[in-house]
């Protein structure tokens, strides 16, 4: 029985690629709890599994092993429309931004309103409520524009505002801040932990940046080939790491100690 405060578990779930080379094992036995408000950082380097993982949780790929259950329910197991209201409770921002080129800021806003299945929002509703999470994240006076006409930290902050459009109860962010400059991922952080703090959504934070990952989250795991090596709550695992792996990690990534990485 699940805890009823989880929205997210792993249980021992494995993801295999069938390539012309052969398989390649991209999980192996993942097994994570996320709870509900909780901030999560996956961390590990290019090729670790991470971006799989989370293309596990919203289904855009299909584990080979294991379940992933959502507020306590098996996936694999939902009816068709289960599984699509399950998959429109979780909200996904990633790296390029991905948010439609033919459409304003506003009407990619919109664009979740319009399709939900589980809300029914009229055009005014929608616009209203896309207007309201413009000024949310800043830009409510670029509505009219176009995605072409944005800066990226612009763009993602449209992505974000289309993210949490419908209310999801969880954010996975798969290297959100990886495409913008060091100052503007500041600011996308700072937006984060504002919208954190103001919204009950539990964030999944998937990244290469050890420090970006450190300052956002309340806890992190760290991945290597497709494991877990080892989770815990940020500050403990960073100040007191138990594998050799985690250790190697810190020191090859943290030029200053952990107390100064904190963006605030
Ligand atoms: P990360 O996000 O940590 O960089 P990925 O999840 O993208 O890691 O990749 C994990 C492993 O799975 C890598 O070895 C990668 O080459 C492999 N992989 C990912 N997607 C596919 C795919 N569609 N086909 C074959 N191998 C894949």
Redesign the pocket.
């Known amino acids: 029985m699940a805890n009823e405060e989880t929205i997210i578990q792993l249980k021992g779930m494995g993801k295999e690629?069938k390539?012309a080379n052969g398989p390649?094992v991209?999980l192996n036995d993942i097994n994570l709890d996320i709870y509900r408000g909780e901030i999560f950082g996956i961390i590990?380097?290019?090729?670790?599994?991470?971006?799989?993982?989370v293309r596990c949780i919203n289904m855009l790929e299909v584990p080979t092993s294991g379940q992933v259950l959502f507020e306590g329910e098996n996936l694999a197991a939902m009816s068709e429309a289960e599984r699509r209201m399950a998959r429109q409770s979780m909200g996904m921002i990633f790296q390029q931004f991905n948010l439609l080129s033919q459409r304003t800021v506003l009407k990619n806003i919109c664009f979740p309103m319009e399709i939900a299945k589980n809300h029914s929002y009229t055009k005014a509703e929608a616009k209203n409520r896309a207007m309201e999470l413009l000024k949310l994240v800043g830009l409510e006076e670029r509505a009219g524009a176009y995605p072409a006409q944005l800066s990226g930290g612009q763009k993602q902050r449209v992505a974000i505002a289309r993210a949490i459009a419908t209310n999801p109860k969880v954010l996975l962010c798969d290297e959100a801040t990886s495409a913008l400059d060091v100052s503007v991922q500041a600011q996308i952080i700072r937006l984060l932990k504002k919208l954190a703090d103001g919204m009950k959504m539990s964030y999944l934070f998937?990244s290469h940046d050890l420090a970006l990952v450190s300052s956002l989250c309340d806890k992190i795991a760290v991945?290597y080939h497709?494991e877990i090596v080892e989770s815990g709550a940020t500050r403990e695992v960073m100040e007191h790491p138990k594998e050799e792996y985690t250790r190697l990690l810190l020191d090859s990534v943290l030029s200053v100690p952990y107390g100064n990485q904190t963006i605030s």
């Open positions: 690629f390539t390649v991209a590990g380097l290019s090729g670790a599994g991470k971006s799989t993982l998937i991945m497709g």
